[in-house]
């Protein structure tokens, strides 16, 4: 069955997501393997099934070699169902990605969301940047061109708005992100016919 998958690091925002997306609660936090939990969504006018990926990143209580085995777990996922998974939804926190990801830039360092971005390209899986807590972001626009930058998308970000949606989960403002996936999903219609 066709699959969305939402990837991100812990903290992002993906259990709030996930329950915006879904009407259901889940707690993602507390389970580091990978699940395919069948959890549906409508996305019309077809319906898939939404695969939560465990956050990756600092969590509390787990050392540096349980999180490089979450990592490698999500990335053999990723290989593993590529050919069926529609759409991948990177969730970032709007407030601090860019500062995460300009801290652990460096000669041996590639940020874990931008290893993620290009690695979901590479395996050619359309991805959508769901930027949340934007309700945190005063300089949007700028914030948004700055992510832009970091991804290697040339800002604008307006002219990446299939790619760089900014919502805000907790409030259920989501619209940029539904519309982006739409427009992926419709576009590999067009393709397939
Ligand atoms: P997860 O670890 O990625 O599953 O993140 P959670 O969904 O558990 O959310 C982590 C924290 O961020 C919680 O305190 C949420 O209430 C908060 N959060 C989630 N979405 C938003 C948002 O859109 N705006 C703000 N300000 N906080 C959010």
Redesign the pocket.
């Known amino acids: 069955e066709a699959e969305v998958a939402l990837v991100?690091?812990?903290?992002?925002?993906?259990?709030?997501?996930?329950?915006e997306l879904t009407g259901h609660d889940?707690d993602?936090?507390g389970n580091p393997g990978v699940t395919r939990a069948p959890n549906h969504y409508d996305w019309a006018p077809e319906d898939f099934v939404i695969t939560?990926l465990p956050?990756f990143g600092f969590m509390s209580g787990v050392d540096e070699d349980r999180r490089e085995q979450i990592k490698t777990n999500i990335v053999h996922y990723l290989e593993e169902y590529a050919e069926n998974i529609l759409v991948a939804i990177l969730?970032v926190?709007g407030?601090s990605v860019v500062d995460i990801i300009d801290r652990h830039s460096g000669p041996d360092e590639i940020p874990y969301d931008v290893e993620m971005f290009h690695f979901l390209r590479e395996l050619d899986v359309p991805t959508v940047v769901a930027v949340?807590?934007?309700?945190?972001v005063d300089d949007k626009d700028e914030r948004l061109d700055e992510l832009c930058d970091r991804l290697g998308l040339y800002p604008p970000w307006k002219q990446w708005q299939e790619t760089i949606a900014p919502?805000?989960?907790?409030?259920g403002?989501i619209e940029p992100l539904n519309e982006a996936v739409r427009e992926h999903l419709h576009e590999q219609q067009r393709d397939d016919l």
């Not at 949340?132 to 945190?136: P, V, W």
């Open positions: 991100g690091r812990s903290n992002v925002g993906k259990s709030t997501l996930m329950r889940f993602t936090g939560d956050g969730v926190d407030k949340n807590k934007m309700d945190k919502i805000t989960a907790k409030k403002r």
